[in-house]
């Protein structure tokens, strides 16, 4: 009880299809389709972006390690 039956839903169904027409829903169900799409395609962007900046956090901090050891070599070879 309270719950929605298959046959209200086959009516419901029916009275949106008078009411809209099958082109109208179809151009419809196709917009919301892209829609989606662009929607994933703006999310998967922004992964590929944050791990394209991390990668670059990463390479520079181990340049400036990099680096840090090649000036104390430098520095052990003028003290000798």
């Known amino acids: 009880m309270g719950g929605i039956s298959i046959w209200q ?5 029916v009275i949106v299809i008078l009411l809209f027409g099958t082109k109208k ?7 919301l389709g892209s829609a989606v799409k662009g929607f994933k395609n703006a999310v ?3 992964d590929k972006s944050k791990e394209k900046s991390e990668d670059t956090q990463a390479s520079l901090a181990n340049n400036s390690v990099d680096q840090k050891t090649e000036s ?6 003028d003290q000798a």
């Open 9 to 13: 839903l086959v009516i419901i169904a």
């Open 44 to 46: 998967s962007d922004e």
């Open 72 to 77: 104390e070599a430098v520095k052990e070879k």
């Open 25 to 31: 829903l179809r151009t419809l169900g196709s917009d």
